[in-house]
């Protein structure tokens, strides 16, 4: 029996893809103290609240996989960062002052909260152990309407987030600033797929593959911080 | 042949390249010298090799005589050479250097008059020949040897320490170097072995000399020693005939050696042409670049006076200024009654000289303008400008001209709320006054739409004013925005344009990022000009994302 074999497997690309998010953190950061530019600091708390997220649910797990009320109240402060890295990614859309997001940026704010509340009450109120399926992959197993409202919410912001920097993609000049935002928009596609996958699937490979979509994600955006206008 | 004699005539022929190689150069002193002296090599190498050939003893100390006075000739052109090396220098021949010589001619003179005097005594040893040297006259020989050698060397390592210039000092360091290696060597195999009685290995004496001729060579085309132009192709061609001569020499058979000969005589004749037709159109490639070189100076001398040109138009139209905003004030307040009351007749007559100072005051202001973006001095202030309201207002405010030449006008947009651009708004009023006006001109009782339209889309806003006047030329519109085009009648109908307007208007769009064009259907049936600008939200947001994006 190999080591890999005892590690339950959603915890442990949970924790890759948690890691990776804090280093795009730290280098965001990094990027804040040198520009000050707004827009970049709200883009390293979203970061670090994906990285909170993804230690909040795969931490538990990794401490003890069998301790399914330890890994289901992890679930419930991670769906807590999840809510409040939403709210903290639409602060970097405002940041750079564009249009639509700016005008109603009120209303998407009013609509993040209140299915954040909605899901997190349905969470607490109903509270339901998850299932751990094949090679340790974890099914969250909660409420069905709180199932679907977390994970639609992950695809749809994730969607708005990709058309955002695809657009903001056609207005920036200079291929390394065009290839930055084509890869914040690509990771909004790629983490909206991933939260859908990951928080309404019951189904162990559909999990695996949102996870290994979730740390490709991570990766893609490290290599924000390599490419550099000459 | 003995590969003794072979070696020494393939020496002299690549001694007696190298010698015309370096007349190639400029035909300076040390050029001239330098040559002589590889020159000298070669005589002594084809001397010594036939010396060594030689099976009649008279002949062989024939040649054994003519070696040794070539090999004199070396030391003495090598010192003359040290005397003028680098070319450069102030130093010129005097009537001392020619004493130099003399120690030479006494040594012509003295083997002309006895043939013994260096080789007292030559016999057949085998294949070989055995001589006996005159040592009292020999050492003299070798002592006129060191001195020149010595004196050539002080004055090469005085000209080292003296010179300032680096190339130089790289040149002098291959020449001390590759010359005093072939020296000692070829002096120790030529001059003190034989003094010792060993005659055998003299033979290697010029061989040493390759050592002077690659580090000569070398520096001729890396450093650029004796100002050679060097052409791949004569060295490529000097390198086979130089090749096939060896093969020639070397060739055991007589088929062999018909056959090498024939082919020397074939590479030698086409390599000459081959040469001739590269060595033409290097020059000619020379003389483009020198008539390059004189225009790129031409241009920047132009440059220089249309600076001078943009500067005096610059002051003058500052000193026109003043005047006229005297004659203009003045003019005005006697048309509005201020000096009392003026006859009819000289009231329109001032009125005259208050519109023409106005214009006056146009045309100068223009000017000032070209100059100030021709000298890089027009200063932007970008605000948020409604483009709307900025084109009502200048319609209003152009009212009275617009009234006078008949003409109505209309102002439309695509049913958007807001129209801001970022721009300059008294350079962008000036603009669309400018196009305005000139649609007024040119469309007398006419009419004028004035439309705004907003892409949303791309973020581009658009104003345009058409016109159902004289048109314009196709021929034209290419550069109806170049300084002072004017198309054939223009002047008849607007008299008093100075040419400049809309080249002014297309560098001020331009500075806004924006695009400035004119389409017309042909003469007679209107026209319209095109201002395309950028929508005020999108350049910012366009900066924000720069900002962002740059800094990540």
């Known amino acids: ?230 | 042949m003995p590969y003794e004699v072979v070696s020494l005539f393939a020496i002299a022929v690549l001694n007696a390249l190298f010698s015309y190689f370096l007349l190639e150069g400029e035909k300076n002193k040390t050029n001239i010298l330098f040559s002589l002296v590889t020159l000298s090599v070669a005589l002594w190498s084809v001397n010594l090799a036939l010396f060594i050939a030689s099976s009649d003893l008279a002949r062989g100390l024939f040649y054994a005589n003519n070696y040794y006075l070539a090999a004199a000739a070396i030391p003495l052109l090598f010192f003359y050479f040290s005397l003028f090396f680098p070319p450069e220098t102030t130093k010129r021949w005097k009537w001392k250097h020619t004493l130099y010589l003399l120690p030479f001619l006494l040594l012509i003179l003295a083997t002309l008059a006895n043939r013994n005097i260096i080789l007292a005594e030559i016999s057949l040893d085998g294949r070989h020949k055995a001589v006996v040297l005159n040592q009292g006259f020999y050492l003299v020989y070798a002592l006129y040897f060191l001195f020149f050698v010595t004196l050539s060397y002080y004055q090469l390592g005085k000209s080292y320490l003296e010179s300032k210039n680096i190339l130089e000092k790289i040149q002098l360091r291959f020449i001390v170097w590759g010359t005093l290696i072939s020296y000692l060597l070829g002096m120790t195999f030529n001059l003190f072995l034989p003094f010792l009685g060993n005659y055998r290995q003299i033979w290697l004496g010029p061989v040493f000399t390759l050592i002077m001729v690659f580090s000569i060579g070398y520096a001729v085309f890396r450093h650029h020693l004796f100002n050679v132009k060097v052409i791949t192709a004569e060295v490529l061609t000097f390198s086979i005939w130089f090749f096939i001569l060896i093969r020639t020499l070397i060739s055991d058979t007589l088929q062999d050696q018909i056959v090498n000969g024939v082919l020397l005589l074939a590479t030698t004749i086409s390599g000459i042409f081959l040469v001739r037709s590269v060595i033409k159109e290097v020059e000619t490639r020379e003389k483009i670049e020198r008539l390059a070189e004189d225009l790129s100076k031409a241009n920047a001398r132009l440059k220089v006076l249309d600076q001078q040109k943009s500067e005096f138009v610059s002051i003058a139209s500052h000193q026109l200024r003043g005047p006229l905003t005297a004659i203009k004030g003045y003019a005005s307040m006697v048309v509005e009654g201020s000096f009392g009351p003026v006859d009819v007749k000289a009231k329109e007559a001032v009125r005259r000289i208050f519109e023409s100072s106005l214009h006056l005051a146009k045309v100068v202001e223009d000017f000032l303008n070209v100059t100030k973006i021709e000298q890089g001095g027009m200063k932007f202030e970008f605000t948020k400008v409604d483009l709307k309201k900025l084109a009502v207002d200048t319609v209003a405010e152009l009212k009275p001209n617009i009234e006078r030449a008949g003409v109505a006008i209309a102002i439309g947009d695509n049913g958007e709320k807001e129209y801001y651009v970022l721009a300059d708004f008294e350079k962008l009023r000036q603009v669309i006054a400018n196009l305005i006006d000139n649609s007024v001109k040119y469309a007398p009782k006419g009419d004028v739409k004035i439309f705004i339209d907003k892409q949303k889309e791309s973020g581009k806003i658009t104003l345009s004013i058409t016109d159902n006047g004289m048109g314009i030329p196709k021929e034209l519109e290419n550069r109806l925005f170049e300084k002072f085009s004017r198309g054939e009648g223009v002047s008849k109908i607007n008299t008093g344009g100075s040419g400049l307007g809309l080249y002014l208007a297309k560098e001020v769009i331009e500075a806004h990022q924006g695009k400035i064009w004119a389409h017309s259907a042909g003469e007679g049936k209107g026209s319209t000009f095109f201002v395309e600008l950028n929508e005020y939200e999108q350049v910012k947001e366009a900066e924000q994302a720069d900002r962002f994006a740059k800094a990540l």
């Open chain 1, 1 to 230: 029996m190999n080591l890999l074999s005892l590690i339950p497997l959603t915890p442990l690309l949970y924790f890759t893809g948690g890691v990776l998010c804090g280093l795009v953190a730290l280098s965001a950061y990094i990027s804040y103290q040198k520009s000050h530019n707004r827009a970049i600091f709200y883009l390293s708390l979203t970061f670090l609240l994906l990285c909170l997220h993804s230690l909040a649910l795969s931490i538990p797990g990794l401490m003890n996989i069998h301790d399914l009320r330890m890994i289901g109240g992890g679930y419930i402060v991670g769906t807590f960062f999840l809510y409040a890295l939403l709210l903290t990614a639409l602060k970097v859309q405002t940041s750079l002052n564009r249009g639509f997001v700016e005008k109603h940026s009120f209303v998407i704010n009013t609509i993040v909260i209140g299915v954040g509340v909605t899901a997190l009450w349905l969470e607490i109120t109903d509270f339901r152990f998850p299932v751990v399926g094949a090679w340790g992959t974890i099914f969250w197993n909660t409420t069905p309407i709180a199932t679907w409202l977390i994970g639609l919410t992950a695809l749809f912001y994730g969607l708005f987030w990709a058309d955002f920097f695809q657009q903001t993609g056609r207005i920036v000049r200079g291929f390394a600033a065009k290839l930055k935002m084509l890869i914040l928009s690509i990771d909004g596609v790629v983490l909206g797929v991933a939260g859908l996958l990951v928080f309404t699937s019951h189904n162990a490979v559909l999990t695996v593959i949102g996870h290994s979509l979730f740390v490709f994600a991570s990766l893609l955006s490290l290599l924000l911080f390599v490419f550099r206008e000459r």
